[in-house]
C-alpha cells in the first residue's frame, strides 16, 4: 500500500508542472505612438484597473509553480540516488546516544540548508536572466526548441542512454569539508547530497525550471526551488523525530529504477509541448494535431507496457511478476491511451485540451463534417488580413488585424471582443476548446460582437512600411511584436489570454478586461455585461 502512495506522485508531477504553465505571458515589445495601430492609452483608473488585473493571474502562477516544486522534490525523493541515503542521513543523526532534540535540531538545520541552496540556485536563475528574458522564453522559437532538446535529453538520462554527473572533484571537495562538524558541516553535508544526487534531481529539476521560467514570472524559479526543495527536506527532519517510522518505508530495489523510467517517458511527453511551440509560431505546420496525438499515444502506450514488465531497459531488475501496485499504474497509463485515440478524428477531448495544438490544426476532423467546425450566428465572410497565416478557432471567424476589425465593427454598429491570444498560451487553448464552445457563448460572440484576435508571440515579419524602431531602440519587426505594444500601451497588461471588450468610437473597455474564465456561465455573464454597457 505505501509504495502505491509513493508512486501515485508519478501521475501528480506531470498534471502540476502543467499547471505551473499558468498564466501564459508573452514578451512585451514596445513601439512609437507613428502608427495608426498604437492607440493612446486609456485613462488612468482603466489602467489601474488592468494592472490589478493582470497581477492576479501571476499570484496565482507563483502558487501553481511551488506546488509543481513540492511533487518534483516529493518525485526526486523517490529515486535510487536520494531514497536509500534516507536511513543512512537519518541513522548519523540519531546515532551516539544523542538526545533526540539534539538529533532534530541537527536534522532540521539539515534540512534547511537543502532549501537555502536550492533556493539560491533559483534566484541565480532568476539574476541572469532577469525579468524580461524570463517573460520572452515562453514564446522564443530558439528557447522553445533548446527546451524540447533539453527535456529530450533529460528523458534519455531516465530511461538509461547515460547519466548527467557534476565533476567528482566537486563531490569530493564537499564531502571532505562536511567532517568539519558543526553548522558549517551539516551546510557541506547538504551541498554534498545535492551533488552527489544530480544525476537523479538534475532532469527534474532542469524540467522544473524551464516550466517556471516560461511563465514569464520573476520570481517563479525561486519559488519553483523552494517548494523542490521542501518537499525534499521535510522527510529527513520528519524521520529523524520519529525514526521508528522509517521502518514502513518500503525498501529500496529495482522498483526505485522503474521510478526514474516512468518519469522518463513523461519528460519525454512534455517536451512535446515545447517544440508544438515553435511549430505554431514559426508556421511550419509541421507538428500538427494528429501527429503531436500520436506521439503522446505511443509514449503513453510503451508506459503502459513498461509497467507489465514487457519492456525492459539496461538498469532494469528481473520482473517475476506484475505487482498490484504496477498493475493499477498500467491499467491508468492503457485507459489515459485509449482516451487520446478518438481524438485523431475530432474528438475535442477536453481534459488535455489545454496542451494540444489548436483544432484548427485538424487535418481530419469528423466532428465538423468538412474539417472544420461551422460557423454559427452573423459573422463576416470576407476574407481577412492575415486569414492565410492564422488558423481560425472552429465555429468562429475572427478578424487578426486592429484596425481592420475595428473599422467593420463601427460599420456594422457592433462592439469588439479583443482576444489577446499566443501560439504558445496554454490557457488560450484551453477557452478555445473548453468554454467558446458552449452555445450562450459562442452565439454571443459570432452574433453581437466582431471578435478580433491578436497573436502577441507570433514570429511572422510585418511589411517594411510597419517597421519601425522605438525612441527607447527597441525594434518593432514581427506582427507579434506590434500587437504585444498595442495590449501594454493601452491596456496596462501582458498576460495571456486576455479578453477586452471595446467601443469601437471611443476605442475604450466597456468593462474591466478579463483573463482565463473556465466557467462558461461566467465567461457569458462577462460577455453580457459589455453588450448591456454597450447598448446604453
Same mark, same amino acid.
Given at each position: 500500500?505505501?509504495?502505491?502512495?509513493?508512486?501515485?506522485? #508519478?501521475?501528480?508531477?506531470?498534471?502540476?508542472?502543467? /499547471?505551473?504553465?499558468?498564466?501564459?505571458?508573452?514578451?512585451?515589445?514596445?513601439?512609437?505612438?507613428?502608427?495608426?495601430?498604437?492607440?493612446?492609452?486609456?485613462?488612468?483608473?482603466?489602467?489601474?484597473? %488592468?494592472?490589478?488585473?493582470?497581477?492576479?493571474?501571476?499570484?496565482? &502562477?507563483?502558487?501553481?509553480?511551488? !506546488?509543481?516544486?513540492?511533487?518534483?522534490?516529493? /518525485?526526486?525523493?523517490?529515486?535510487?540516488?536520494?531514497?536509500?541515503?534516507?536511513?543512512?542521513?537519518?541513522?548519523?543523526?540519531?546515532?551516539?546516544?544523542?538526545?533526540?532534540?539534539?538529533?532534530?535540531?541537527?536534522?532540521?538545520?539539515?534540512?534547511?540548508?537543502?532549501?537555502?541552496?536550492?533556493?539560491?540556485?533559483?534566484?541565480?536563475?532568476?539574476?541572469?536572466?532577469?525579468?524580461?528574458? #524570463?517573460?520572452?522564453?515562453?514564446? $522564443?522559437?530558439?528557447?522553445?526548441?533548446?527546451?524540447?532538446?533539453?527535456?529530450?535529453?533529460?528523458?534519455?538520462?531516465?530511461?538509461?542512454?547515460?547519466?548527467?554527473?557534476?565533476?567528482?572533484? *566537486?563531490?569530493?571537495?564537499? @564531502?571532505?569539508?562536511?567532517?568539519?562538524?558543526?553548522?558549517?558541516?551539516?551546510?557541506?553535508?547538504?551541498?554534498?547530497?545535492?551533488?552527489?544526487?544530480?544525476?537523479?534531481?538534475?532532469?527534474?529539476?532542469?524540467?522544473?525550471?524551464?516550466?517556471?521560467?516560461?511563465?514569464?514570472?520573476?520570481?517563479?524559479?525561486?519559488?519553483?526551488?523552494?517548494? =523542490?526543495?521542501?518537499? #525534499?527536506?521535510?522527510?529527513?527532519?520528519?524521520?529523524?523525530?520519529?525514526?521508528?517510522?522509517?521502518?514502513?518505508?518500503?525498501?529500496?530495489?529495482? *522498483?526505485?529504477?522503474?521510478?526514474?523510467?516512468?518519469?522518463?517517458?513523461?519528460?519525454?511527453?512534455?517536451?512535446?509541448?515545447?517544440?508544438? $511551440?515553435?511549430?505554431?509560431?514559426?508556421?511550419?505546420?509541421?507538428?500538427?494535431?494528429?501527429?503531436?496525438?500520436?506521439?503522446?499515444?505511443?509514449?503513453?502506450?510503451?508506459?503502459?507496457?513498461? !509497467?507489465?514488465?514487457?519492456?525492459?531497459?539496461?538498469?532494469?531488475?528481473?520482473?517475476?511478476?506484475?505487482?498490484? +501496485?504496477?498493475?493499477? #499504474?498500467?491499467?491508468?497509463?492503457?485507459?489515459?491511451?485509449?482516451?487520446?485515440?478518438?481524438?485523431? *478524428?475530432?474528438?475535442?477531448?477536453? &481534459?488535455?485540451?489545454?496542451?494540444?495544438?489548436?483544432?484548427? %490544426?485538424?487535418?481530419?476532423?469528423? &466532428?465538423?463534417?468538412?474539417?472544420?467546425?461551422?460557423?454559427?450566428?452573423?459573422?463576416?465572410?470576407?476574407?481577412?488580413?492575415?486569414?492565410?497565416? =492564422? @488558423?481560425?478557432?472552429?465555429?468562429?471567424?475572427?478578424?487578426?488585424?486592429? @484596425?481592420?476589425?475595428?473599422?467593420?465593427?463601427?460599420?456594422?454598429?457592433?462592439?469588439?471582443?479583443?482576444?489577446?491570444?499566443?501560439?504558445?498560451?496554454?490557457?488560450?487553448?484551453?477557452?478555445?476548446?473548453?468554454?467558446?464552445?458552449?452555445?450562450?457563448?459562442?452565439?454571443?460572440?459570432?452574433?453581437?460582437?466582431?471578435?478580433?484576435?491578436?497573436?502577441? @508571440?507570433?514570429?511572422?515579419?510585418?511589411?517594411?512600411?510597419?517597421?519601425?524602431?522605438?525612441?527607447?531602440?527597441? /525594434?518593432?519587426?514581427?506582427?507579434?511584436?506590434?500587437?504585444?505594444?498595442?495590449?501594454?500601451?493601452?491596456?496596462?497588461? $501582458? &498576460?495571456?489570454? =486576455?479578453?477586452?471588450?471595446?467601443? +469601437?468610437?471611443?476605442?475604450?473597455?466597456?468593462?474591466?478586461?478579463?483573463?482565463?474564465?473556465?466557467?462558461?456561465?461566467?465567461?457569458?455573464?462577462?460577455?453580457?455585461?459589455?453588450?448591456?454597457?454597450?447598448?446604453?
Amino acid at each position: 500500500m505505501k509504495k502505491i502512495i509513493f508512486l501515485l506522485f #508519478l501521475f501528480i508531477t506531470p498534471v502540476l508542472f502543467a /499547471a505551473a504553465q499558468t498564466p501564459d505571458t508573452a514578451g512585451v515589445a514596445f513601439s512609437s505612438d507613428t502608427t495608426a495601430t498604437v492607440v493612446k492609452p486609456a485613462a488612468k483608473q482603466t489602467a489601474e484597473t %488592468t494592472i490589478a488585473k493582470a497581477a492576479r493571474p501571476e499570484k496565482r &502562477s507563483l502558487w501553481a509553480i511551488f !506546488l509543481a516544486g513540492v511533487a518534483g522534490g516529493f /518525485a526526486a525523493l523517490l529515486m535510487p540516488c536520494i531514497f536509500p541515503m534516507l536511513p543512512l542521513t537519518v541513522s548519523f543523526f540519531t546515532k551516539g546516544g544523542e538526545k533526540k532534540g539534539g538529533a532534530v535540531g541537527k536534522a532540521s538545520l539539515y534540512g534547511l540548508f537543502i532549501i537555502v541552496i536550492y533556493v539560491v540556485l533559483g534566484l541565480i536563475i532568476t539574476v541572469i536572466f532577469g525579468a524580461d528574458a #524570463l517573460n520572452s522564453l515562453s514564446t $522564443n522559437g530558439v528557447f522553445n526548441f533548446f527546451f524540447f532538446l533539453l527535456l529530450v535529453a533529460f528523458a534519455a538520462s531516465f530511461l538509461g542512454a547515460f547519466e548527467i554527473t557534476l565533476p567528482s572533484s *566537486w563531490v569530493n571537495k564537499m @564531502d571532505a569539508n562536511a567532517d568539519r562538524g558543526g553548522f558549517a558541516g551539516l551546510f557541506f553535508m547538504a551541498a554534498t547530497l545535492a551533488l552527489v544526487s544530480f544525476s537523479c534531481t538534475g532532469p527534474i529539476i532542469g524540467t522544473l525550471l524551464v516550466q517556471a521560467a516560461t511563465t514569464g514570472a520573476l520570481l517563479g524559479p525561486a519559488i519553483g526551488m523552494f517548494g =523542490f526543495s521542501v518537499a #525534499l527536506a521535510i522527510p529527513f527532519a520528519v524521520f529523524a523525530m520519529f525514526p521508528s517510522l522509517m521502518q514502513s518505508l518500503p525498501k529500496s530495489g529495482g *522498483w526505485l529504477n522503474s521510478v526514474k523510467v516512468v518519469l522518463g517517458f513523461l519528460e519525454l511527453a512534455l517536451s512535446l509541448k515545447f517544440l508544438s $511551440n515553435v511549430d505554431l509560431a514559426y508556421h511550419w505546420h509541421l507538428f500538427d494535431r494528429e501527429v503531436f496525438l500520436v506521439l503522446w499515444i505511443v509514449i503513453a502506450a510503451l508506459g503502459g507496457f513498461y !509497467l507489465l514488465g514487457k519492456l525492459k531497459f539496461s538498469h532494469d531488475s528481473e520482473i517475476k511478476y506484475v505487482s498490484v +501496485p504496477r498493475l493499477f #499504474l498500467a491499467i491508468i497509463v492503457f485507459a489515459f491511451t485509449v482516451y487520446l485515440v478518438p481524438g485523431l *478524428w475530432g474528438a475535442p477531448l477536453k &481534459s488535455v485540451s489545454a496542451f494540444l495544438p489548436p483544432m484548427s %490544426t485538424q487535418d481530419f476532423d469528423l &466532428s465538423s463534417g468538412n474539417g472544420q467546425g461551422a460557423v454559427t450566428g452573423s459573422v463576416n465572410t470576407v476574407k481577412h488580413k492575415y486569414a492565410d497565416l =492564422f @488558423d481560425k478557432p472552429k465555429g468562429f471567424d475572427p478578424y487578426f488585424d486592429y @484596425d481592420e476589425g475595428l473599422a467593420y465593427a463601427k460599420k456594422v454598429h457592433k462592439p469588439v471582443m479583443i482576444d489577446f491570444t499566443g501560439h504558445a498560451c496554454v490557457n488560450c487553448r484551453k477557452m478555445e476548446a473548453n468554454v467558446w464552445p458552449d452555445p450562450q457563448v459562442s452565439q454571443t460572440i459570432n452574433q453581437d460582437y466582431v471578435l478580433i484576435q491578436l497573436y502577441v @508571440d507570433d514570429k511572422t515579419d510585418l511589411a517594411a512600411a510597419e517597421q519601425m524602431t522605438t525612441p527607447e531602440g527597441r /525594434a518593432i519587426k514581427t506582427i507579434g511584436n506590434k500587437w504585444s505594444y498595442l495590449q501594454t500601451s493601452k491596456f496596462a497588461a $501582458n &498576460s495571456q489570454p =486576455f479578453y477586452v471588450l471595446l467601443d +469601437p468610437e471611443k476605442q475604450e473597455p466597456l468593462v474591466t478586461p478579463e483573463g482565463a474564465n473556465y466557467d462558461a456561465a461566467g465567461y457569458a455573464g462577462f460577455l453580457q455585461s459589455g453588450l448591456k454597457a454597450y447598448h446604453q
